[in-house]
């Protein structure tokens, strides 16, 4: 069974640009959750979809959005990148929204230069 | 703020030795606590879960230790091996099944041979 997928491994943007990371869960889970990792703040939760809906928000700005797919595929977006984008983004899925084994994905490396 | 906190920051033990990584929250509404290992490029895996109404839970070397009134939490790895060598982060939720996990800032654990 494939575990959730992360594309692009690795990317480098400049300040101002835009970014979208794309998220392939689990075949079978439909809660997807979003992570910022950065050595300084560690993993912080950005926010989490379920059946195509927004179910929970971490404490992020406004330039960073995600969504949802009917096939349950996730994509983040961070807009007006800024030089504290730089981060592991991690996605995490859940065959529901009441199960707890959260199975992590490799992430997607985000450099902003 | 930092929900939970985890110490030490690095750990150095020797093959066969005992690994203890300590966690502390405060907020008693959270009622799930799980640990996760992470490798270099790759994201975090789950690896021993517990819940307040239980103070210990054993999973062949991996021991989570629990102090409801002390709000402490604490992983035990015993014999511990090279191949344990990985950070390991503390985590909590306010409810079961949450995916807003509120993670601690991990632990780097270099098992020497």
């Known amino acids: 069974k494939a575990g959730v997928t992360q594309t692009p491994r690795y990317l480098i943007k400049t300040r101002g640009q835009q970014v979208t990371l794309s998220c392939s869960p689990i075949s079978g889970h439909r809660s997807v959750s979003w992570y910022q990792q950065t050595p300084g703040q560690g993993l912080q939760f950005l926010f989490e979809y379920f059946s195509e809906t927004q179910r929970n928000k971490g404490n992020f700005p406004g330039r960073f959005s995600g969504r949802q797919f009917s096939n349950s595929r996730s994509e983040m977006n961070v807009s007006t990148l800024e030089l504290g984008d730089s981060a592991l983004y991690l996605c995490?899925?859940?065959?529901?929204?009441?199960?707890?084994?959260?199975?992590f994905g490799a992430g997607s490396r985000l450099t902003v230069l | 703020q930092q929900q939970v906190k985890q110490s030490p920051q690095s750990l150095i033990v020797q093959k066969g030795g005992i690994s203890i990584i300590n966690c502390a929250y405060e907020?008693?509404?959270?009622?799930?606590f799980p640990w996760y290992q992470q490798f270099p490029g790759k994201g975090p895996a789950l690896l021993i879960a517990?819940?307040?109404?239980?103070s210990e839970k054993k999973e062949g070397r991996f021991t989570i230790s629990f102090n409801k009134s002390a709000k402490q939490f604490s992983l035990h790895i015993m014999d511990s091996q090279p191949g344990d060598s990985a950070t390991y982060f503390c985590a909590a939720s306010k409810e079961t099944g949450a995916n807003n996990l509120f993670f601690g800032t991990g632990t780097r654990l270099t098992v020497i041979p």
């Open positions: 907020n008693t509404a959270f009622d799930y």
């Open positions: 995490a899925s859940k065959s529901g929204a009441g199960a707890n084994v959260l199975t």
């Open positions: 517990i819940r307040p109404d239980v």
